[in-house]
């Protein structure tokens, strides 16, 4: 195929090899796709129509210029804070969650263990705390954040309740299975001399795993800020709140500054993680 | 941790060596030149900072009054509703938040690969414009998440699905098109070099010699984010943008609690599917 003109185009012995399977796989992955098409309504051509073009057309319009009043920005940089402040209170009080449901989950600081099966009664009370972190982890915080707004009503404390939950769940979880792996044998050690547990976790558990321990909560905090957007925009009090009340006012130049404010602040939450790992080692 | 290490230990010149190592004193909890403390102090600072300057209402939340109506509440959820006509709803929804993710993971991949053409530099004659202005885009597409996307996008797609799938493949292609460009710039160069010295076109070149190496890579990537936007595709909804997430916001707007919690299990079960599928495929992998 890669000849020049003159021989005659595709002789057999110079067609593309793979090119049949190419062809058969891309038309089987769209019959088998053609339901998903159909349920998700994906009519691309729809938003060529002139009166989806329209509002489109004026709400991007809208955005040139980014809106920069004085008082506007005083209140960008408010809820910009209070978005990062949202993120560290929840992951705060997510710790507060997870280190205790570590201490009591971790099973190489079981005594019982140390000869041979783990009690029935400490095995049963792992097993409980384990599955409660995984569920509270696999509950979107977005979720977290609807009922609390419900409960506690619009606000920052359902956000930092959210993430507090939902990263709880996950830091517990976590922390567990980077507690349990590597070596044992300085834990089992001290436990086996009559250590306590506290001890045995103080004096050989956390020296070998604070670095990986301190890293994962730094990527989990830069995540908590991400989230901490989002749950603005079920009324969790932030950026997010507040990008949500512009944009349902077609206030473009509003939306437009908070956006660019969002895409800084996140690249310097991962600028910064990314810093302090890099410092931990 | 490292407090201990980075601080130089400036004490006097080292004694003779002796049987049983002379006692020290442990070094001071807080020393100008530890990089640690100063680190620890500014997250103590920050967390303080947060605490102090939130408006949290924790009276209000943790007087009986308040923790009473939230037992009432939680109490509502119970019993599910779990009549066949619901049921077949919410089956109806889940099929839909499958649908969004995969088809937004797919477009997302298509356009990731062609803007990850551009983002990666193939050899090193190719310019750097075009890799730094694609990269540029793609991080800017990557660090808007999808909900957002989804509440920008409904002026123009409308509620529905629709939105929610478009939203699913703006994030994705940002995250997937820098992963894929960093695979192809670590592609072993050797292949594609040598169809390029015979004066192979660049396209060709890609189909035949970079793809290849680089393609079970790209699909493992690719396979990862669909499992994550099975999780964010259930949420998404919460803005209008169709799927689990649109019935869960109806419901709980209308305070139908029975139906919310049968709304909730579906999620979970779904994210446990999920979970426990990738999970064992990476064992089936691995192995």
């Known amino acids: 195929m890669t000849r020049a003109a003159p021989a005659p185009a595709l002789q057999p012995r110079l067609r593309d090899p793979a090119w049949s399977g190419r062809v058969f796989w891309f038309c089987a992955a769209l019959a088998l796709l053609w339901p998903a098409l159909v349920a998700t309504e994906f009519r691309p051509w729809t938003l060529w129509h002139a009166d989806n073009l329209k509002p489109t057309r004026d709400f991007l319009a809208s955005f040139l210029p980014p809106a920069v009043g004085a008082e506007f920005l005083a209140m960008v940089a408010r809820e910009t804070w209070r978005t990062v402040a949202i993120a560290t209170a929840g992951i705060t009080l997510a710790l507060v969650i997870a280190v205790p449901a570590t201490l009591l989950s971790t099973r190489v600081l079981s005594v019982s263990a140390l000869s041979g099966r783990m009690a029935r009664l400490p095995f049963a009370l792992r097993q409980a705390l384990r599955w409660t972190l995984i569920v509270l982890r696999s509950v979107p915080e977005l979720v977290w954040a609807l009922v609390f707004v419900r409960v506690v009503g619009l606000g920052p404390t359902a956000g930092v309740l959210a993430i507090a939950l939902t990263y709880g769940g996950m830091l517990g979880k976590v922390y567990g299975e980077i507690l349990e792996s590597g070596d044992d044998h300085p834990c089992t050690t001290l436990l086996r001399h009559g250590g306590g547990r506290l001890q045995a976790f103080f004096y050989a558990l956390l020296p070998t795993h604070a670095t990986e321990l301190t890293s994962y909560t730094i990527y989990r905090w830069e995540c908590a800020i991400r989230s901490s957007v989002v749950l603005g925009f079920v009324g969790a009090g932030g950026l997010g709140q507040q990008l949500d009340n512009s944009m349902k006012m077609f206030a473009g130049g509003e939306v437009a500054t908070m956006l660019l404010v969002f895409v800084v602040l996140v690249a310097l939450a991962d600028a910064a993680s990314a810093m302090l790992r890099r410092l931990l080692g | 941790m490292s407090a201990v290490d980075a601080r130089p230990d400036r004490a006097t010149p080292r004694p003779p060596a002796a049987a049983n190592p002379p006692y020290r004193l442990p070094p001071r909890l807080f020393d100008a030149r530890c990089k640690a403390c100063w680190m620890a102090a500014g997250f103590i600072a920050l967390v303080v900072a947060s605490f102090w300057s939130l408006d949290l209402r924790w009276r209000d939340f943790l007087s009986a009054e308040a923790l009473s109506a939230m037992g009432r509440f939680f109490g509502e959820f119970f019993p599910p509703d779990t009549s066949p006509d619901f049921l077949r709803k919410v089956a109806i929804g889940s099929a839909e938040t499958l649908a969004m993710s995969a088809l937004g993971t797919l477009l997302a991949a298509a356009c990731g690969l062609a803007l990850a053409l551009p983002a990666s530099r193939e050899h090193a004659g190719a310019g750097r414009v075009p890799r730094a202005s694609a990269r540029l885009l793609l991080n800017a597409l990557r660090s808007i998440p999808e909900l957002v996307w989804a ?95 649109q019935l869960l916001s109806f419901h709980m707007g209308l305070f139908q609690m029975g139906k919310t919690c049968t709304i909730l299990g579906a999620m979970l079960l779904l994210v446990a599917l999920v979970d426990a599928l990738s999970y064992a495929s990476r064992r089936l992998m691995t192995r």
Request: glycine share 14%; no cysteine.
């Open chain 2, 151 to 245: 509440a920008l996008l409904l002026i123009s797609a409308g509620l529905g699905p629709f939105a929610g799938t478009l939203a699913l493949a703006f994030h994705t292609t940002g995250v997937l098109g820098r992963l894929f460009a960093d695979a192809l710039e670590n592609a072993p160069p050797g292949p594609a070099a040598a169809l390029r010295v015979q004066g192979v076109p660049a396209g060709r070149v890609l189909l035949h010699a970079t793809l290849p190496q680089v393609l079970p890579q790209l699909l493992s990537y690719t396979l990862y984010r669909w499992e994550n936007n099975i999780r964010a595709a259930a949420v998404l909804g919460v803005v209008g943008a169709g799927g689990l997430g």
